[in-house]
């Protein structure tokens, strides 16, 4: 069994900030980690994923996220929110290579401030 | 094309209707999936067909119906659903090729769905 715990429903920033949104997970087997973003009436997109191999993991719009499996970790990150980046955040975990069951944690919205 | 394309995008519905949705893609996606997303809340998977074939249903009442005709398409068939029902309801796919938990998803831009 998997789970994933999204720390923090709603983060703000001020333009220009670092973004930091955080996600610790748990699962019986190795984990696939994602990150998706949703915007208002959209559906969701990848922003990056960790299966295997390097801990730190890059992803669109210049998002980056570090598998830290001592920590139970994958939070992401960016140096510098754009307005652009307002949107809400998934991350995710997979239960295996060979599963299509993806576990989604609550969501974390992330507002910018001019 | 990297597109995951649904319709209609809103829908409104009493409770003795029946309609579909529709979702296709032309990827070359083996997967697919139907996801049910309530206000504020995280996607929650109902179906997902792999080679054309069911492999999952989460439970789902009968009311839902899924549908692959071939693999470019998936339905999702409307009966006698209640109010809380309403919800935006997401398609996605994925190649299964390498360990499909390994995969993105690609997601639709969803059918928001209304019942009254």
């Known amino acids: 069994a998997q789970s994933v715990t999204q720390l923090g429903s709603h983060v703000s920033v001020s333009e220009g900030a670092l973004v930091l949104l955080r996600c610790n997970y748990s699962?019986?087997?190795?984990?696939?980690l994602f990150w998706y973003v949703q915007y208002p009436n959209q559906g969701l997109q990848l922003l990056l994923k960790y299966t295997t191999g390097a801990t730190l993991v890059k992803g669109i719009n210049g998002f980056e996220a570090e598998f830290k499996k001592s920590e139970t970790s994958f939070h992401l990150t960016k140096p510098s929110a754009h307005m652009s980046d307002a949107a809400e955040y998934f991350c995710a975990v997979s239960s295996g290579a060979g599963s299509y069951q993806l576990t989604f944690g609550k969501g974390t919205k992330l507002s910018v401030i001019p | 094309d990297t597109e995951v394309t649904q319709t209609p995008k809103h829908l409104v519905m009493g409770m003795t209707n029946k309609k579909s949705l529709k979702c296709e893609q032309h990827?070359?996606?083996?997967?697919m999936y139907w996801y049910k997303q309530k206000a504020k809340k995280p996607p929650e998977l109902m179906f997902v067909?792999?080679?054309?074939?069911?492999?999952i249903n989460e439970s789902v009442p009968s009311r839902f119906s899924p549908e692959c005709p071939n693999s470019s398409l998936l339905n999702l068939h409307l009966h006698a659903l209640q109010p809380e029902d309403s919800a935006l309801y997401l398609c996605a796919s994925s190649q299964v090729r390498s360990g499909v938990g390994r995969e993105k998803l690609f997601f639709g831009s969803g059918t928001q769905l209304s019942v009254l």
């Open positions: 067909y792999s080679y054309e074939k069911l492999s």
């Open positions: 699962s019986s087997v190795p984990p696939y």
């Open positions: 990827m070359g996606h083996r997967a």
